[in-house]
């Protein structure tokens, strides 16, 4: 275990040159908490595409997004993904993004190797690139897939933090974020350094959503370090594999002037599972509600009967839980009935029983 440790502290922080494969089978078994991976897409472009006017666009044309045959990227993909999933803690998950090029190449062999898929993101890039020869619709989107090491593992996802940042609402799955452009565009000689960079705000909502503070992430397909450099500011330590060395040189130039937050503004949110189970009945155990007495619904539409079992009896004679109960005034499919009911202090004043959860949890 400590030759283990000992060999990873060599690879953290640091952004390794050489081949992706090559240089993670350097790792250690299950060292990483995180993968997030922007391989190449395989465009397959034949020719330059142009404006038009007849100017050509600065797209995807290097060496390392060209592959000979599918099977080839298909082998590539395996590879890789084999020693992602060799170097990934049991606990880890890994993002892969891609376009439509690749994404279902990619999503077949995660599958067959195993891993179990939580989610497909969809990034809606609200300033895409035209499609300049009208022949198609303008792909505005890209896909990141999302998933564990096996169907029965473990894994983190900060569901509260992610509700924070959408503004109380669950995250879906959908993120708009415009692709990366002005200042935060490395260029070089006035064109762009990499043709692919990711922007920042799409790193910091895979990291904070999957990994915790303290966490190993890792890249393998690194390019000009936008994942090092969010995961310095947000805490985390850092894994960089990089082929080309111009993208090694800018991604260590970059990562010099990134500025670590503060450990106090990086507390975890935390999520659901942190926090102690506290049963309805408890609050009629611990006296803080008493049985015969009423709750409300918050629209004071409705009252119900608290009984001795911890069930709530309706005016039309119907008894459930404070979920089941919540369903059935409102004809829902499933309803959270700690933010429906509310309790009064009978001076006019009314609060949300799952103050009163609460107040059991900090007890």
Not at 23 to 48: G, H, I, T, W
Not at 105 to 112: I, Y
Not at 212 to 235: E, H, I, Q, Y
Request: aromatic share 10%; proline share 3%; glycine share 6%.
């Amino acid at each position: 275990m400590k030759d283990k440790a000992k060999m990873l502290e060599l690879f953290l922080n640091t952004i390794q040159h050489g081949d992706c494969i090559s240089e993670l089978q350097k790792l250690p078994d299950s060292c990483v908490d995180l993968v997030f991976a922007d391989p190449p897409y395989n465009l397959q472009l034949s020719k330059p595409l142009q404006r038009p006017n007849q100017t050509v666009v600065d797209g995807v044309d290097d060496e390392w997004d060209k592959f000979s045959t599918f099977d080839a990227y298909d082998k590539f993909t395996e590879e890789w993904l084999k020693e992602c999933k060799r170097v990934l803690k049991d606990s880890g998950t890994i993002w892969v993004c891609g376009s439509y090029h690749n994404i279902f190449r990619v999503g077949k062999v995660l599958m067959d190797l195993g891993f179990w898929i939580l989610n497909d993101i969809h990034w809606y890039k609200t300033n895409p690139m035209p499609n300049f020869n009208g022949t198609r619709f303008t792909n505005a989107t890209e896909t990141m897939i999302w998933a564990k090491k096996g169907k029965e593992s473990s894994y983190t996802f900060n569901y509260l933090a992610m509700k924070y940042l959408n503004e109380d609402k669950q995250m879906q799955n959908v993120w708009e974020i415009p692709i990366c452009s002005g200042s935060e565009r490395l260029k070089e000689e006035g064109k762009k350094a990499h043709a692919t960079q990711k922007p920042e705000a799409l790193l910091f909502r895979v990291i904070t959503a999957s990994s915790n503070v303290g966490d190993v992430v890792l890249d393998p397909f690194s390019g000009t370090g936008t994942t090092a450099a969010v995961a310095k500011k947000l805490g985390r330590k850092y894994i960089g594999i990089e082929r080309e060395g111009a993208y090694v040189k800018l991604s260590l130039e970059r990562l010099v002037n990134v500025t670590a937050t503060p450990e106090e503004l990086l507390v975890r949110a935390p999520s659901r599972k942190d926090k102690a189970r506290v049963q309805f009945g408890a609050l009629i155990e611990q006296r803080l509600l008493k049985i015969g007495s009423e709750l409300y619904t918050k629209d004071k539409k409705h009252k119900a009967v608290i009984q001795a079992d911890g069930s709530l009896r309706y005016a039309d004679g119907f008894v459930g839980s404070i979920h089941t109960l919540a369903k059935h005034l409102y004809k829902k499919q499933a309803c959270n009935g700690w933010d429906i009911w509310l309790f009064s202090d009978g001076k006019g004043s009314f609060s949300s029983i799952d103050t009163l959860r609460e107040a059991v949890r900090s007890a």
